[in-house]
């Protein structure tokens, strides 16, 4: 109560919210962060003056200063220092800062960190996590734990994927671990990685290699990276999440995805690294969108690889039988990992307990039920789609029918149902698509650690998208 | 004699169709290229000023490639189509005008011969063929061939063997030449210039002057002495920039933005789109983007300035050139996968292509300089 108002509030940058020990050092950070010119990198005095000298010397006009806080963007407002601050912003500031002291509660943080995060992408984060020690410290534990153990349960999960494809019977036990693992995880770190992962599966299956890659690095980068995503995936895509939920597998995998990618993305033949995601936007500053796919890959290369534009090369190469083996080919490229991940990620949407031995199921029974679910899928998925759909790659994955019968095969069926219903409600038809795929992955997956040479073998020639 | 042999026309047929109009298919008027293709426009060429007629090729996700004639008074004719067994990535014209060559999904460039209306297959990859260029040079003349396989492959059109393969470091996205410069837009937002003189061969690799991925790339020639000086590269993050090879003064380069979005001063998200493509106006020497957010724009790179945004279409527009003599700016609207699957709806996205008559408004800004 009494000690509120211990000391002086430290000096604050307006723009980013960042507190420094010196004022001197305010103006020095304002200077690189706020008012440098993005096109000839001087260094002007205030945000005003920054808007001047790009209308008057490069002709263009400036609407936001760089760097800033949604709403603290204004460049008519003239700030140096700690002058020139809005009155209420002031208070608001120290109102702020003096709940923070008093509780360490995230809330006074999390507004903070929140609102950053999302805006402006990448150089706001390096900034702001660091520069804040006080109250980013705090914070950066906790979003770190998260991402740690992600990390870790990954390389389980991998590790104990080709195991449960091998004895079915090992399965059931396998399972119980992995869920475990995903439940913390689902949460915090899950559903970040899951919404995007979910826009790469859509595109094609061999962009589902390299997103692997890019949530491996994500989790590196602890609780800063992780903002950019979910603002991203928000965005997109709400129920993406929930259908993402099997794509969250491949991290796991990720060092076993990355060598898969370049064989497996079915149609990426081409496609070899990971494609990682773009950081979302910091140019000029301000709050800005990039419409374009998450997968750092060209439109051409993600549209390429849509069963649509791989039918006729796969009709003119091979005969409908071929077909349906070499969509399987495709599928299996997504990863080994993968199939495990994915299973958890359902499961822990739905939240059924069930569906940890039906994941686990699922894998064992992918090698097994595979020609089965196969030979189902390709006539019949077909049929579902509609005209879209008509490729065969995906075809086969989107038929519910198809896993369904695999499961049943297998006995958990009410697993299986699950899997397959979430993706359908919420995607809608193209998004079922995608969910049909990973299912169908999975099978390949299981097999392809060990079948994964032979898998390639006939996949080369009809995979390649083209 | 036709320059068009056989039949096998297209466009007679209703197959396809009356273009549906819808209400910002056409904002700028221009005129529109009857029986447009049935899916996205990949690439447009018109022919080059050898021919006394004016033709034009287009490319489509629809595996194939169609060549109408183009008259006077703006209306096309469908002349004649082949046809890929995946998508269409781009086309190029001969030198003399006689043949067309192609690039597809289906890992193979094809020559079409437009003068007995066959076509047949003069190079191959391991991946798609992203770019094909014609060269023609002095002493010799081939085809260029860009993949995403990761290699650049030279080919005379008579072997099926390339005379020359380049490895790189990675996938092709974009390409352009013209004589004695090739330069190719690589992922990984790498830059290989060649200089094609005696043979193909690396001059420079650069570091790419924009933080996103290349998607497209265009040269340009010197104003005074009218040889290749530098190109123009466009990335997905909405932004141009233009470079020499061998710059005078280091403030020669420069990137500018464009198709973004307008944002109120205070607050709200700006979309930031992909420069789809970039075309030089032969006689003026100023350049057309065009763009995710279905706008095309004129700039004067010398004077730095805009010359002229085109309203917005309803769809992407997805490449663009101009004619030989610069009176006519050629483009498509098509989608462009740039919202991925979610953005597709293949009912409501009929391809477009237009022309305008663009001499006037590609002259060069007269404000100073």
New interface residues.
Partial sequence: MGRKKKKQMKPWCWYCNREFDDEKILIQHQKAKHFKCH?CYKKLYTGPGLAIHCMQVH??KI??VPNSL??R????IEIYGMEGIPEEDVKAHEKNKSKKAADIANEGDSDDNSNPPPSAAAPMMNGMPGATAQPGMPFAPPGMRPMVPGGPMMGPMGAGVPNPMMPQGGMGTVPGPMMGGMGPMGPMGMAGNMGPVN?QM??GMGNMGPMNPMNMSRPQGPGASRPLFPAAAQS??ATSTAAGGGRPTFPAAASVVSSNSGAGGGG??????APTI?KP?S?SG????????DE?????????N?PK??R??ME?MIASSGMVNTSMAQGPPMQAGGPPMQAGGPHMQSGGPPMQTGGPMNMGGMGMNMNMGMGMGGPGPNMMPG??MGGPPRPGMMPGGPMMGNNMMRGPPGNMGGMGMPGHGPRGP?MGGGMGMGMGMRPMNGMPFQGNMNMRGPGPGPR??? | MSLFGGGNTFGQSSVFGASTTTTNSNPMKDFEVSSPPDDSVSCLKFSPGTLPSTFLVAGSWDNNVRCWEVQQNGQTIPKAQQTHTGPVLDVDWSDDGTKVFTASCDKTAKMWDLNSNQAMQVAQHDAPVKTVHWIKAPSYSCIMTGSWDKTLKFWDTRSSTPILSIQLPERVYCADVKYPMAVVGIAGRALIIYQLDVQPQEFKRMESPLKYQHRCVNIFNDKKTNVPTGFALGSIEGRVAIQYVNPTNPKDNFTFKCHRSNVAPNGGVQDIYAVNDISFHPVHGTLATVGSDGRFSFWDKDARTKLKTSEQFDLPITTCCFNAQGNIFGYASSYDWSKGHEGYEPQKMKPHIFMRSCFDELKPSTKRN
């Fill in positions: 096109i002709k263009e609407d936001k949604p709403g963007c204004n460049t008519e826009q859509r595109p997109s895509t990426s033949a081409t496609i070899t690294g773009k936007e140019t301000l709050t800005s969108k990039l419409v374009h796919p750092d890959i060209s439109l051409e290369e993600l549209r390429a849509l534009y791989q006729n090369l003119s005209g879209m193209p390649p998208f083209n």
